[in-house]
């Protein structure tokens, strides 16, 4: 029984190390953020984590923000576009954001997964209204798990300009976190406990 207990053990030990050290590579397409004004600035990204298993999007000059004043922009997109390839099947995403609305400020979101053949993983998408500053988190699972995807995201800030209002939209950080496949951890954990069982009968 012991001998069971420390195999199951070293087994989630061996499935936890694998999970963390899944390698991922991206290619970024485009990430941007374009005003009604004309202006237009590329984002910056960090990739992070144990094998990149997540990135980063954010701006690197300030907070990504539409107002009612003291600005020319009353409106921007958010555009984010980029692929991954993984040494691992990845079950799905997990989509985090920063912001704060105030007044008449909302911000819609839609992310969409597809495989670089185009098709179909899933979406997720929403609406924030004025209130305190946020930490949005999302989790979009994918319909089968895939080695290699691609995913598109858009954010749209507005503020209502017929109002008199003060108001505000911004996004600070964007994070996005790949979750590795329920079905492939299970299958380490079940190799790592033949392998263990096979050391125990030698």
Sequence with gaps: MKFMTRTLILAMMVVGASAAHASLTYNIVNATVSYDNGDVENLSNNQNGPGNTSIDFFSSTTPIFVASVNTARKHG????????????????????????????????????????????????SGSLSAGSPFTQVDDLSFTHGVSSYRVHKIFDLDIDEQSNTPSFATIGLIEQNAVPEPATMAMLGMGALGVLARRRRK
């Design 77 to 124: 997109v958010v555009d984010i576009t980029y692929e991954v390839t993984a040494d691992h099947n990845i079950g799905g995403l997990n989509l985090v954001f920063t912001g704060w609305n105030f007044g008449t400020g909302t911000i819609n979101y839609r992310e969409h997964a597809e495989t670089l053949g185009g098709d179909d993983l899933g979406d997720i």
